[in-house]
């Protein structure tokens, strides 16, 4: 038998960086057609800013093993509508996923594929439980980075492709200073 090292890293709780993790920068332009408001997004794309960053540590892809990263969400909006991840469903829909809330503020958008929509808020010291077959969206809803560790399945996977098609059913939007789901019309 071969046995894989334990690893302890720590995590800059400021930051959100973990030491030695793989670095993934998603920009604006990462994000075509994720956006509700067209118009708001090719004017925000001249700048082109930084959206998330994620710091992951990551296994092979064998069914029993875990991955875990960290996630820097910007503050930012599209017209309405605040900076988000991407959100998937997992390639092996069945596998759950953990988030634990570090800094900042925001919330958590999931679905079942018929478009039934939860939105879970989220702070530091907040978990949240992805059950399987869920997709998962994070929001920063605030004005300072919101910065979360998330840990899932080593053979989970990730599966964009309904969501980066027509999104997800309910959008999160600012409407007169306060955080509002509202039907996604392309739903
Ligand atoms: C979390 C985890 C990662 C995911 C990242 C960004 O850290 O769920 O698996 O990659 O968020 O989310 P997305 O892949 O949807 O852009
Ligand atoms: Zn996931």
Do not use: C
Not at 43 to 48: A, G
Request: aromatic content about 12%.
């Amino acid at each position: 038998m071969e046995y894989k090292n334990p690893l302890g890293v720590d995590i800059d709780l400021e930051t959100g960086v973990i030491p030695g993790a793989k670095k993934l920068v998603r920009r604006l332009s990462d994000l075509k057609g994720y956006f509700a408001d067209e118009k708001a997004y090719e004017e925000l794309l001249k700048e082109n800013p930084v959206v998330y960053e994620v710091y992951a540590v990551e296994q092979e892809e064998k069914d029993g093993d875990l991955n875990f990263a960290t996630t820097v969400l910007y503050p930012g909006k599209v017209g309405r509508e605040f900076f988000f991840t991407k959100g998937h469903y997992h390639s092996k829909a069945d596998r759950a996923e953990i988030y634990y809330g570090i800094k900042g503020k925001g919330g958590m958008l999931l679905q079942t594929p018929e478009g039934r929509a939860e939105w879970i808020e989220m702070g530091p010291g907040t978990v949240v439980y992805v059950p399987p077959y869920w997709a998962h969206r994070t929001v920063n809803t605030g004005d300072e980075p919101f910065i979360f560790l998330a840990v899932y399945p080593a053979d989970a996977g990730h599966d964009y492709g309904s969501i980066a098609e027509k999104g997800f059913s309910k959008l999160v939007v600012e409407e007169g200073g306060e955080v509002k789901l509202v039907d996604n019309p392309r739903w």
